[in-house]
C-alpha cells in the first residue's frame, strides 16, 4: 500500500503543473461557452430585380446563386492577389484597358526583390575603412549639395518672388565631397 501511494505521488504533484502550463484550463476543455464571432459570418449578395421578370431561368433546387461568391474563392482571392488579378483580366472594359496601356508596359516579375536589394546596398554604412577613405560619402555619382550656393539661389528667388524649385541646385565636383582622414592628409602633400 505504501509502495503505491510513492508512485502516485509524483503524478499528483506534476497534475497542477500541467494545468498550469495551459492558457486557459478552462477553455482548453470547453468548461467556457465561446460564442460565434459576428465579423466571420459571410455576407449575402444583395438582391436586385431583374429588367424582366419573363426572361428569368428557371431555379434549380440545390445549385448556388449566380450572383453569389463562394467563401472559398473569396478567401482564395483574399490569399492570392494573382488570381484576383487574373479574373478580373477578363471583365475590364475598355476604358480601363486603356488606361492599363497608359500606363506603360508591366514591370518584371521581380522589381519589388532588385528595389529592394538596391535600397539594401545604398543603406549600409561604408565600415570603418570606407569612412577614412571617404568611399561612401558619394556613393554611385551622387551630388552633394553645395550649401552657400544653394543659400544664396533659395535667398535670391524669394526677393524676386519666385518659386524654390526655379533654377538647379548647385552641387559640388565629386572630387570636393568631403574626404576622410586619409584623403585629407594626402592634400598635406
Known sequence: ??????ATLPFLLLGPLLLAGCSNPSK??????????????GTEAP????PDLQALPTPV??????????SSTEAQSILSPQSALQNASTTMGPAQQA??????????ANIRATINHDAEQES???GFV?????????????????????QKRLQENAALGEPATKGTTPAT????????????????F
Not at 482548453?28 to 459570418?41: E, K, M, Q, Y
Not at 433546387?61 to 463562394?70: I, T
Open 1 to 6: 500500500m505504501i509502495r503505491s501511494s510513492r
Open 28 to 41: 482548453t476543455f470547453g468548461l467556457t461557452v465561446t460564442p460565434p464571432n459576428a465579423f466571420d459570418v
Open 47 to 50: 438582391l436586385s430585380m431583374p
Open 61 to 70: 433546387p440545390g445549385e448556388p446563386r449566380p450572383q453569389q461568391v463562394s
Open 99 to 108: 488606361l492599363l496601356e497608359q500606363a506603360g508596359p508591366t514591370p518584371p
Open 124 to 126: 549600409r554604412s561604408p
Open 130 to 150: 570606407g569612412s577614412l577613405m571617404s568611399f561612401g560619402s558619394s556613393s554611385k555619382g551622387a551630388k552633394v549639395v553645395n550649401a552657400p550656393a544653394e
Open 173 to 188: 565636383a565629386p572630387g570636393q565631397a568631403q574626404k576622410g582622414v586619409v584623403g585629407r592628409f594626402l592634400d598635406l
